[in-house]
């Protein structure tokens, strides 16, 4: 039996009845209620998990009702019952808030479809935000922001992660926020409370690398006036990120690969080695797997430091966060140069999306910056954001390219308003099932990724 309880809102007593009996079948609890009167005190009685709810109510307008809901409820999935002449407002309730709509008469397995996927919905939403706190608990995830679902993957791996002392590699590219990540598991680790120092190993000359990581004694070389501490020894009891590490030379590798396996530094021109305790964290732009069957990475470093992979999409691939990080950067902006908070154009968002990002959310960060410097109104157009000279030949591809493109925006746009149902997916497009179905397999997407809405972190 589930434990569940349903609110159905109908003022057709017949119709109450029916889903009743059919819900209670299914192992549901189920509550009634046929007005929004009776459904607000249901909703203040008893902790309900779904409300059903008629699109026409007599004297009362369904979507009114559902948004006054959703406004006490916000996590309240509803899934509203039409007839098939109000399909357009069935649609309108959704992009209002509504997780899905069934048209009338329905049949009892598609209406069990529906709210088992709502309910799972609603779980994985009441996971996901339990994950966040305890992130939160221990440390600061809040600058880490993304729905998209590969992002969602890696925070739940980052907190699993967190609670161990393993050695982790991220990758990604440049700009995609390894630094941020590599903060995070230091955050949420039990070593929150000790150093977490940041180096780019590919910034710091070969000669000076090892002084700079490992420190030196007094009388190393000729300026060495004084001993120094290196950043592994400043480390201690904390963590240690080590960006680039791909750009480091054959011969420091072996003195790294002495400190993953001895735990033990020896500074230049020291004799003794010192015991360490310390976390590595790398991060690499490039592959490298690669890296070692080219010969320009040790295959023993490898391994040593592959223990934990974490791998970062790239922007473009994860186009459904740039609205989110992109109003994230324009207010953190506003409030710093105590501007009135901006808005964005529709136009503006939409050359955003079809941007390809290079620099990923560095240059994301950057062009948001420099927008809310110079618009001149209280929205940010296309102009405030891009200039054409560095945006005309990324944004203009092949006709084949800018087709694929739509398409697959168009069908992945299209399967999340509609929740992964293909049926109505397709009444939306007003295309067949099958020309739905064909776009699906061309861009091999996975329908049942979105049936499931994920909430911002």
Same mark, same amino acid.
């Given at each position: 039996?589930?434990?569940?309880?349903?609110?159905?809102?109908?003022?057709?007593?017949?119709?109450?009845? *029916?889903?009743?009996?059919?819900?209670?079948?299914?192992?549901?609890?189920?509550?009634?209620?046929?007005?929004?009167?009776?459904?607000?005190? /249901?909703?203040?009685?008893?902790?309900?998990?779904?409300?059903?709810?008629?699109? $026409?109510?007599?004297?009362?307008?369904?979507?009114?009702?559902?948004?006054?809901?959703?406004?006490?409820?916000?996590? =309240?999935?509803?899934? %509203?019952?039409?007839?098939?002449?109000?399909?357009?407002?069935?649609?309108?309730?959704?992009?209002?808030?509504a997780y899905s709509y069934i048209t009338k008469p329905f049949r009892s397995d598609d209406l069990a479809i529906?709210?088992?996927?709502?309910?799972?919905?609603?779980?994985?939403?009441?996971?996901?935000?339990?994950?966040?706190?305890?992130?939160?608990?221990?440390?600061?995830?809040?600058?880490?922001?993304?729905?998209?679902?590969?992002?969602?993957?890696?925070?739940?791996?980052?907190?699993?992660?967190?609670?161990?002392?393993?050695?982790?590699?991220?990758?990604?590219?440049?700009?995609?926020?390894?630094?941020?990540?590599?903060?995070?598991?230091?955050?949420?680790?039990?070593?929150?409370?000790?150093?977490?120092?940041?180096?780019?190993?590919?910034?710091?000359?070969?000669?000076?690398?090892?002084?700079?990581?490992?420190?030196?004694?007094?009388?190393?070389?000729?300026?060495?006036?004084?001993?120094?501490?290196?950043?592994?020894?400043?480390?201690?009891?904390?963590?240690?990120?080590?960006?680039?590490?791909?750009?480091?030379?054959?011969?420091?590798?072996?003195?790294? =690969?002495?400190?993953?396996?001895?735990?033990?530094?020896?500074?230049?021109?020291?004799?003794?080695?010192?015991?360490?305790? *310390? $976390?590595?964290?790398?991060?690499s732009n490039t592959d490298l797997q690669k890296a070692v069957s080219e010969g320009t990475f040790r295959k023993?470093?490898?391994?040593? %430091?592959? *223990?934990?992979?974490?791998?970062?999409?790239?922007?473009?691939?994860?186009?459904?966060?740039?609205? =989110?990080? /992109?109003?994230?950067?324009?207010?953190?902006?506003?409030?710093?140069?105590?501007?009135?908070? =901006?808005?964005?154009?529709?136009?503006?968002?939409?050359?955003?999306?079809?941007?390809?990002?290079?620099?990923?959310?560095?240059?994301?960060?950057?062009?948001?910056?420099?927008? *809310?410097?110079?618009?001149?109104?209280?929205?940010?157009?296309?102009?405030?954001?891009?200039?054409?000279?560095?945006?005309?030949?990324?944004?203009?591809?092949?006709?084949?390219?800018?087709?694929?493109?739509?398409?697959?925006?168009?069908?992945?746009?299209?399967?999340?308003?509609?929740?992964?149902?293909?049926?109505?997916?397709?009444?939306?497009?007003? $295309?067949?099932?099958?020309?739905?179905?064909?776009?699906?397999?061309?861009?091999?997407?996975?329908?049942?990724?979105?049936?499931?809405?994920?909430?911002?972190?």
């Open positions: 039996m589930s434990n569940e309880n349903i609110l159905i809102i109908d003022d057709d007593a017949n119709i109450l009845e *029916v889903l009743r009996m059919r819900l209670k079948a299914l192992g549901y609890y189920v509550s009634i209620a046929k007005d929004g009167d009776e459904a607000k005190k /249901a909703l203040s009685l008893n902790n309900i998990n779904l409300a059903i709810i008629d699109l $026409r109510l007599f004297g009362e307008n369904g979507i009114e009702l559902m948004e006054d809901i959703i406004k006490n409820y916000p996590k =309240l999935p509803i899934i %509203i019952l039409t007839a098939h002449g109000s399909i357009e407002s069935a649609v309108e309730a959704m992009k209002k808030g529906q709210i088992k996927n709502a309910l799972e919905k609603q779980l994985l939403t009441k996971e996901i935000e339990y994950l966040r706190s305890q992130l939160d608990a221990h440390g600061n995830f809040n600058h880490i922001i993304g729905e998209n679902k590969k992002m969602l993957e890696i925070f739940e791996l980052v907190s699993k992660i967190s609670g161990t002392d393993c050695t982790v590699i991220i990758y990604g590219e440049s700009g995609t926020g390894k630094e941020l990540i590599a903060r995070a598991i230091h955050q949420n680790s039990n070593r929150a409370n000790g150093p977490f120092i940041a180096t780019n190993c590919g910034a710091i000359p070969e000669g000076l690398l090892e002084n700079e990581l490992f420190g030196h004694v007094r009388g190393a070389y000729t300026d060495a006036h004084e001993s120094k501490e290196g950043l592994f020894a400043q480390a201690d009891k904390g963590s240690i990120f080590l960006d680039e590490i791909s750009n480091t030379s054959m011969t420091f590798q072996i003195k790294l =690969l002495r400190v993953l396996q001895e735990r033990e530094i020896k500074p230049v021109g020291g004799t003794k080695n010192i015991k360490i305790n *310390v $976390r590595i964290i790398a991060a023993d470093l490898f391994y040593r %430091i592959h *223990v934990m992979p974490v791998y970062l999409p790239p922007l473009r691939e994860r186009k459904d966060d740039i609205p =989110l990080l /992109a109003t994230y950067f324009m207010s953190e902006f506003c409030k710093a140069l105590k501007k009135d908070v =901006l808005e964005f154009s529709p136009v503006a968002l939409q050359r955003m999306l079809v941007y390809d990002w290079p620099g990923n959310i560095r240059e994301l960060r950057n062009k948001i910056e420099h927008a *809310v410097i110079v618009a001149n109104k209280n929205i940010i157009e296309p102009g405030d954001i891009f200039s054409e000279k560095n945006t005309i030949a990324n944004v203009f591809n092949s006709y084949k390219d800018a087709k694929e493109r739509f398409e697959r925006e168009y069908i992945e746009n299209l399967l999340k308003v509609n929740k992964g149902n293909i049926t109505n997916a397709s009444k939306m497009a007003k $295309r067949y099932r099958a020309d739905i179905y064909k776009l699906i397999r061309k861009y091999n997407i996975n329908p049942e990724e979105y049936k499931m809405h994920f909430s911002k972190w």
